[in-house]
């Protein structure tokens, strides 16, 4: 594709509900990445998915977050009774290859801006 | 904990003065220090810096790194209305892990 695409660009939810946010990465791109963007901070990392390998989970501020990515590309972050603080933009990024020894360029998505009422 | 820390947080200029963006991290491993620039929403890279002393340049933006004082800096010469975003830094560890750490960014705005 010509770039990441990020589904729904705005959302707005109540407190309490679920929210699913989408990512489809560039083709052929690997590595997928969701970051959260809270208003005046920087880009804070969720979660990481390499390949065919178990997702690096360490960034998922609770176990109302969760995410999957199906066939190794398209993916979904799914947050559970959401709260007022959860409200940010998501930004997905992927890129190509994470070869050792070597940083691969992230490219990002438009993002979803959450909001949570 | 390792971080970065961006200066400015913001700045304000008009269309042709030159400005220059700081960023200082702290880490334990480094592998490389990354510039993006956030218009909207979405980050747009702008360059990788993974050696002392060389400069990376596109255009009227350059950036150099220093390894051994830890920090980067991102310069704009004649800047244009066009250059106003948010411009954010951001290090690789160089860990297996994919994840990039950020700054909060330094908002930079330009009036004609």
């Known amino acids: 594709g010509a770039g990441v695409s990020q589904s729904p660009s705005n959302k707005v939810t109540e407190k309490g509900k679920d929210v699913e946010l989408r990512c489809d990465p560039i083709?052929?791109?690997?590595?997928l990445y969701w970051y959260r963007q809270s208003l005046g901070q920087g880009l804070e990392f969720l979660i990481y998915?390499?390949?065919?390998?178990?997702?690096?989970k360490s960034g998922l501020p609770s176990d109302r977050f969760s995410a999957e990515r199906t066939g190794g590309s398209v993916s979904t972050l799914t947050i559970q009774r959401t709260q007022q603080e959860d409200s940010a933009v998501y930004l997905c990024a992927s890129s190509l290859l994470r070869l050792a020894g070597l940083t691969d360029t992230q490219y990002f998505g438009p993002g979803t801006r959450l909001t949570v009422l | 904990e390792d971080k970065v820390v961006q200066s400015p947080l913001s700045l304000v200029v008009h269309e042709g003065d030159t400005v220059t963006l700081n960023c200082s991290y702290e880490v334990t491993n480094f592998r490389s220090l990354l510039w993006y620039k956030q218009e909207k929403k979405a980050p747009t890279f702008l360059f990788m810096l993974t050696s002392s002393g060389i400069e990376k340049k596109s255009g009227r933006l350059s950036s150099i790194l220093d390894k051994k004082e830890l920090f980067s800096i991102l310069n704009i010469t004649a800047t244009q209305t066009g250059d106003s975003a948010i411009y954010l830094c951001?290090?690789?560890?160089?860990?297996?892990?994919?994840?990039?750490?950020f700054g909060r960014g330094t908002q930079l705005t330009v009036w004609p």
């Open positions: 951001a290090y690789d560890r160089g860990s297996t892990l994919g994840r990039l750490y």
């Open positions: 998915f390499q390949g065919n390998s178990a997702p690096d």
């Open positions: 083709s052929g791109h690997t590595a």
